[in-house]
Each structure stands twice: as structure tokens, then as C-alpha cells.
T-cell receptor, first 114, second 114 residues
Framework: GESVGLHLPTLSVQEGDNSIINCAYSNSASDYFIWYKQESGKGPQFIIDIRSNMDKRQGQRVTVLLNKTVKHLSLQIAATQPGDSAVYFCAESISNFGNEKLTFGTGTRLTIIP | GAGVSQTPSNKVTEKGKYVELRCDPI?????LYWYRQSLGQGPEFLIYFQGTGAADDSGLPNDRFFAVRPEGSVSTLKIQRTERGDSAVYLCASSSYAGDNEQFFGPGTRLTVL
């Protein structure tokens, strides 16, 4: 589950293994979802996105799965590397050809163990 | 090419003072967003500009917060009578046009109110 405040959910994965980060989103009207990676002292960096008319999308070493029935999003990272260590946020928005403001989840801290 | 830049990177001020935080979006991006990120949390939406106008300021916490974008490029977030609770990282993001969900984030300004 997710926690709030200073206690981010954490996940530790051995280098080379696959990781799965989960996210529950809040608004059933959201139709666009994004995963961001944030390293210490930096702004969020786009990883991969998915629209609500899809349930899976693949990128380089990453896959996003969307389950609209239970409002769940997951990010799979294959063959993890030390550089994958960061905090990962899911974000949701509603496309209205105007204001696509993002609502972010709490985040998960991923640590890759060499 | 150049990404979103924000200045200053760090700002320390005393309670009650006025501060201005600057955002330079990616050249040509018409949409600009401000978010605030408290420690251990995901970013929270503050305000959205499309061109020069603030199209959605529903995330501003109170009337001490104000933002402008007079020429449709650089934006300034202004905070009056700062309070200790305003301490956070203020993030700016831009996207290329209304309806383009992908937002590119700057590195943020870390504001500390003593």
C-alpha cells in the first residue's frame, strides 16, 4: 500500500532483476497517465505514458500496464541498472485540450542493489 | 536543446518576507505549469498558463501566492508574507501546446522559510 508524509514506499531490487512499481490512481475520469522518475535534487523526468484506450504500452526496458476497472497502474522495469535508483511517481490527468494539470501519487523509492 | 530552467536553485528567506521564483520554459512552449513539492510527497498543482493568461489558478493555496507570465514565455511565482509552511521545492513545467500532455519539468527552486 501507499504511505504519506516522509515515509515513501520503498522497493529494493538486485541489479539485473526486473522490478514492478504499483500505483492506485484516484479519478475515474482520468484518461492519461504518466510515470516520472525523480532523482535527488532534480525535477521529475518523463519515462512513459499511456492513454485510457490502451491497457499496455512498452518502451525501452519499461512497460506500463493500466487496469481501469480497479484504477491501477504499474511500471515494470526490466534488467534494472544502478542508474534506475530514484523515486518513481505515477501521475494522472484529464485531457481537455487546455489544462492538462497533473495529479501525482505519493511515489515509490526504488533502490538497485549492485 | 535547452530544457526548462528555474532560478534561483535555492532560496532562503525569513518569515514574513516576499520572494520571487523564476521559470524559463522550453522555447516555443505555450503551456506553463507551477507545482509545489513538499518533502516526501509528489508535486501538487498550483497554477497553469496558456500563453499570457492564467487559465487555472485553483491550486494556489491562498492569496499570498500569485504568478505572472506577461509575455507568454518567462513566468514568475510570487509569494508574499512567507510562512514556514511555504518551505518546499517549487517546480515549473512546460508543454508545447494545449492538448499535449507531456510536460517537461525544470530542476525546481528549493525555498526555505526560516
Amino acid at each position: 500500500g501507499e504511505s504519506v508524509g516522509l515515509h515513501l514506499p520503498t522497493l529494493s531490487v538486485q541489479e539485473g532483476d526486473n522490478s514492478i512499481i504499483n500505483c492506485a490512481y484516484s479519478n475515474s475520469a482520468s484518461d492519461y497517465f504518466i510515470w516520472y522518475k525523480q532523482e535527488s535534487g532534480k525535477g521529475p523526468q518523463f519515462i512513459i505514458d499511456i492513454r485510457s484506450n490502451m491497457d499496455k504500452r512498452q518502451g525501452q526496458r519499461v512497460t506500463v500496464l493500466l487496469n481501469k476497472t480497479v484504477k491501477h497502474l504499474s511500471l515494470q522495469i526490466a534488467a534494472t541498472q544502478p542508474g534506475d535508483s530514484a523515486v518513481y511517481f505515477c501521475a494522472e490527468s484529464i485531457s481537455n485540450f487546455g489544462n492538462e494539470k497533473l495529479t501525482f501519487g505519493t511515489g515509490t523509492r526504488l533502490t538497485i542493489i549492485p | 536543446g535547452a530544457g526548462v530552467s528555474q532560478t534561483p536553485s535555492n532560496k532562503v528567506t525569513e518569515k514574513g518576507k516576499y520572494v520571487e521564483l523564476r521559470c524559463d520554459p522550453i522555447s516555443g512552449h505555450t503551456a506553463l505549469y507551477w507545482y509545489r513539492q513538499s518533502l516526501g510527497q509528489g508535486p501538487e498543482f498550483l497554477i497553469y498558463f496558456q500563453g499570457t493568461g492564467a487559465a487555472d489558478d485553483s491550486g494556489l493555496p491562498n492569496d499570498r501566492f500569485f504568478a505572472v507570465r506577461p509575455e507568454g514565455s518567462v513566468s514568475t511565482l510570487k509569494i508574499q508574507r512567507t510562512e514556514r509552511g511555504d518551505s518546499a521545492v517549487y517546480l515549473c513545467a512546460s508543454s508545447s501546446y494545449a492538448g499535449d500532455n507531456e510536460q517537461f519539468f525544470g530542476p525546481g527552486t528549493r525555498l526555505t522559510v526560516l
